[in-house]
């Protein structure tokens, strides 16, 4: 009886859900028929904005260093804008994300976040995502992530996110080992300023700022700042405490962060440019989830952890265009971090530093789509552990050093007319305390029209031991030192026209060598690392977008199975099913837009299998419905917007990555007040 009265309400929440889509489509076909559309003003209606027909035409240099439409590159590519962020009421980096398919960003131990592309889920999904700022590397050597640092990732102070689901070593070596995520930071080409700010109901607050100014004739100035945080939630979750009794407690999930840049750059040189950056940004997150379940089979009765960081980094590059067309890009970086983790179990607290620095040169061919175009190019990155402290003991990974030498290249060669394009690269990564490492990629590409493609790509990625896995601590024991290894192989459908963009993945990826945590046979640590084995995934990915004069659809989904081959174990700690709606109006005569979002999550569980917990607990379906209706001025670009999150008021919950019981609660229903001013 308690299954039916739960797949009852679901089919409620289903229904309401859908009767919302139902009520705004045929509100809009009403209203367009009493407005109907002249010729002269149609493309001004198109203002679901220029932004937004952008995203239809995806162009991007996260597959290849140069730009290209997303039909040529060699990758799968989401392109996620300030337009799209913003529509969707996205609060934090997590929510900007977590609206593709294939992927889910869930909360891990001490409000660390794991991020699973395509299946996976697990203790060690913080790993093998390459995280990069404005070109430039930022995981951590020692943790092998950026995802602790997430919060001070300010979606004020960027234009966009470009992200890759699959390989990316070719690219960017080691950490591209199940994607790509990078963040390109505000810049404009002409004087503006934007000011922006948001309150909500459950002590969520936001400001930010952009400007651009010319400086010279020669220079410009692009700078924002921002800063995001939320008071205490007092989020109550049930676990099962030593004597087998249910038992409760609170997780506060406070936090703030902040993120300013600076950036001079040339102007008006067509054939050099150049720039000089500087950025610092950080967070204090307070009474996160804990460890979970992730040293024993029973929870801490108070299972709580906070991390506090701060990242200052200095850039500087030209690109040159030569005579003969060809472009060298030369950028330079170095970059120091500080860490702090507190917990409320018996892990003591932990003091972590590093020191980055780098340089990469690229040399370009001319582009041309009737040639081979081609990269070559070197990097060069160093890293080191400046201190790694348990409470007031030195870790084993304090002092170590890493140097990467890396060669790489990259062309495509058109055949047929171009209707037919051959992808094929390969780089070779030099490490100073790991073994070397070649990652070929090779593709087909074919172009039955200007506006479609088929794709059938192949990728090779690994990723060596981080400084933590391979010289232990006092949570884990020291890895082997073999390297984790995947291979993807990708069959791709896309078609691409002035208002739409349809395309559909089969992918299959085989995974090597994992390197995952396991009970320790010994005394201490708790934990030991062992490269488990084989694992694989395969699915199907679909999107589907479609801008019109007054509408726009936004649908995509994905079907994804992953298991560890070798122990025969699901995990399930992924969704086997996602599903993304979103549905927007603009009304113009009212100068307001609406747009309603969708997220659901089928068939998943409450955290991966370990040798803890060896049944997690199944989760109810995720049903998440946002609303956000934005007042715009056509002639200041001013707009003011009312924001809805979980607007049915769902008691979701994500898997943990740490195996917390019952996984961890998604936010309530919240309503947020917010403002963006553009002179």
Not at 64 to 85: K, P
């Amino acid at each position: 009886m308690d299954r039916f009265w739960a797949v009852a309400r679901r089919f409620f929440d289903c229904l309401c859900a859908f009767s919302w889509y139902i009520a705004i489509a045929a509100f809009t076909t009403s209203y367009c028929s009493a407005h109907p559309l002249s010729d002269a003003n149609s493309d001004d209606l198109y203002a679901m904005t220029l932004a937004e027909l952008i995203e239809l035409k995806v162009v991007a240099d996260i597959a290849s260093f140069s730009r290209e439409s997303e039909l040529g590159v060699g990758s799968t590519v989401d392109i996620i804008t300030r337009a799209s962020f913003e529509r969707r009421g996205a609060k934090t980096l997590q929510q900007a994300i977590n609206a593709y398919p294939g992927l889910l960003e869930s909360p891990s131990f001490f409000g660390n976040s794991a991020l699973a592309i395509r299946g996976y889920t697990s203790a060690a999904s913080d790993t093998g995502i390459n995280m990069r700022l404005d070109g430039v590397p930022i995981n951590s050597f020692t943790l092998g992530s950026r995802l602790f640092d997430v919060y001070a990732l300010q979606l004020g102070t960027l234009d966009r996110i470009e992200m890759i689901r699959g390989p990316g070593s070719t690219l960017y070596g080691a950490d591209a080992f199940h994607g790509v995520l990078s963040f390109r930071t505000f810049a404009a080409t002409s004087d503006q300023l934007a000011l922006e700010s948001e309150i909500s109901g459950n002590a969520y607050r936001q400001a930010g700022m952009r400007i651009s100014r010319a400086v010279s004739d020669t220079w410009r100035l692009n700078a924002s700042l921002a800063y995001s945080g939320q008071g205490d939630q007092n989020e109550k979750y049930f676990f099962t405490d030593g004597s087998g009794d249910t038992a409760s407690s609170y997780r506060q999930n406070h936090y703030d962060g902040y993120m300013g840049v600076v950036r001079l750059q040339s102007q008006k040189d067509e054939q050099l440019s150049s720039e000089v950056a500087l950025y610092y940004r950080g967070q204090d997150l307070n009474k996160f989830q804990g460890v979970g379940r992730l040293t024993g089979p029973v929870m801490f009765p108070d299972d709580t952890g906070e991390i506090d960081t701060q990242v200052g980094m200095l850039t500087a590059g030209f690109k040159l265009k030569l005579d003969n067309a060809m472009t060298i890009d030369i950028k330079n970086y170095v970059w120091r971090d500080n860490f702090e983790r507190r917990s409320s179990s018996f892990i003591p607290d932990a003091t972590l530093a590093e020191l980055h620095g780098g340089s990469r040169i690229h040399l370009t061919s001319a582009q041309s789509a009737d040639t081979t175009q081609w990269l070559v190019g070197y990097e060069f990155a160093y890293m080191k552990v400046l201190e790694a402290r348990n409470g007031s003991t030195p870790e084993p990974v304090e002092d170590r050093l890493r140097r990467v030498n890396s060669a790489i290249f990259q062309a495509k060669t058109p055949l047929l007319q171009s209707r037919i394009q051959l992808l094929y690269g390969l780089r070779y990564d030099y490490y100073s305390d790991a073994s070397a490492h070649f990652s070929p990629r090779t593709g087909v590409i074919f172009n039955p029209t200007k506006t479609s493609a088929i794709k059938l790509l192949y990728g090779n990625a690994f990723r060596p031991p981080t400084a933590a896995e391979m010289s232990g601590s006092s949570l884990a024991g020291p890895a082997n030192g073999a390297a984790e290894k995947i291979d993807t192989y990708e069959l791709v459908f896309m078609l691409h026209s002035r208002g739409y963009r349809a395309n559909l993945v089969l992918f299959k990826s085989i995974w090597r060598d994992a390197i995952l945590l396991v009970a320790n046979t010994e005394p201490s640590p708790p934990l030991a690392r062992s490269n488990s084995g084989e694992n694989e995934a395969t699915g199907i990915e679909v999107s589907l977008n479609y801008v019109g004069p007054a509408l726009r659809f936004d649908v995509g989904g994905s079907y994804v199975r992953s298991r560890d081959v070798t122990d025969d174990q699901e995990y399930i700690a992924f969704p086997e099913t996602i599903l993304n709606i979103g549905v927007g109006v603009n009304l113009k005569s009212v100068r307001t837009r609406i747009y309603l979002h969708n997220r659901a999550h089928f068939n998943t569980y409450s955290g991966p299998v370990t040798v803890f917990v060896d049944s997690p607990e199944r989760l109810d379906d995720y049903w998440r419905t946002d609303l956000t209706l934005t007042w715009y001025s056509t002639k200041h670009h001013h707009e003011i917007y009312l924001n809805f999150q979980n607007l049915l008021n769902q008691e979701n919950y994500f898997p943990s990555a740490a195996s917390a019981e019952g996984g961890i609660a998604d936010t309530q229903f919240s309503a947020s007040l917010g403002v963006r001013l553009k002179y």
